[in-house]
């Protein structure tokens, strides 16, 4: 079954700990990417891939990492320096100058 | 960056009946996608049309890129329209994937 799968579905954090989303794709895309939405908001970019090993900053990269060590993966960390990271994270894939398509998405709360 | 106008913010509607979405973006553009989010968060694509018009069942879109608006239209609606649908753009050249979302357009339609 081709798609983008992310991993877990909901996730708590805790006050000054760090935690890691995943995002795997199997439609052999060359470019990634991730995308925070707020309630009643639109989506907005935290960080792009276009090429394994290589990443951009987006829009709202302060307080997130990624890395692209393979193709079909494209992880993100929330570190302890991203003081509001409670929100609806989507990530998405397509092949270079081509349409997005997005996965079923992670719901990020902060205990 | 570029910036991306959505209109109207909400709208309801009986079943069956038409309705057109408007999005309007400040820049030129070679990047434009329609999506649609489902009460449960997933977006799917609707259109990828940063010029011209496509239709798709009782779905339609037109782009006019000199003019810098984009058009959704949707014939004889179903309960299974509701949602929110966004309007998405990038420019061209290195920043072609770097999508900007507007706010999006929710709509509800009553049976």
């Known amino acids: 079954d081709g798609g983008i799968t992310q991993s877990p579905k909901y996730l708590f954090r805790k006050e000054g700990q760090n935690v890691t989303l995943s995002c795997e794709q199997n439609?052999?895309?060359?470019?990634m990417y991730w995308y925070r939405q707020d309630p009643g908001q639109g989506l907005r970019l935290i960080y792009y891939?276009?090429?394994?090993?290589?990443?951009q900053k987006g829009d709202i990269a302060e307080g997130y990492s990624v890395s692209r060590e393979k193709k079909e993966s494209f992880p993100l960390t929330v570190t302890s320096a991203q003081k509001n990271p409670t929100a609806f994270y989507l990530c998405?894939?397509?092949?270079?100058?081509?349409?997005?398509?997005f996965g079923p998405g992670t719901r990020l709360l902060v205990l | 960056g570029i910036q991306v106008e959505q209109s109207p913010p909400d709208l309801i509607l009986q079943e069956g009946a038409n309705s057109t979405l408007r999005c309007n973006f400040s820049?030129?553009?070679?990047?434009l996608q329609w999506f649609h989010q489902n009460p449960w968060g997933q977006l799917i694509n609707l259109f990828y049309?940063?010029?011209g018009t496509k239709q798709n069942g009782r779905l339609s879109a037109t782009t006019v890129a000199t003019e810098r608006y984009s058009l959704l239209y949707i014939s004889s609606s179903q309960t299974t329209d509701s949602g929110v649908y966004f309007c998405?753009?990038?420019?061209?050249?290195?920043?072609?994937?770097?999508?900007?979302f507007g706010q999006g357009t929710i709509l509800t339609v009553h049976p």
């Open positions: 820049d030129s553009v070679n990047n």
């Open positions: 439609l052999n895309h060359d470019a």
């Open positions: 998405a753009v990038a420019a061209g050249g290195t920043s072609y994937g770097k999508l900007t």
């Open positions: 998405a894939s397509s092949a270079l100058q081509e349409t997005q398509y």
């Open positions: 891939s276009q090429i394994v090993n290589d990443f």
């Open positions: 049309i940063p010029s």
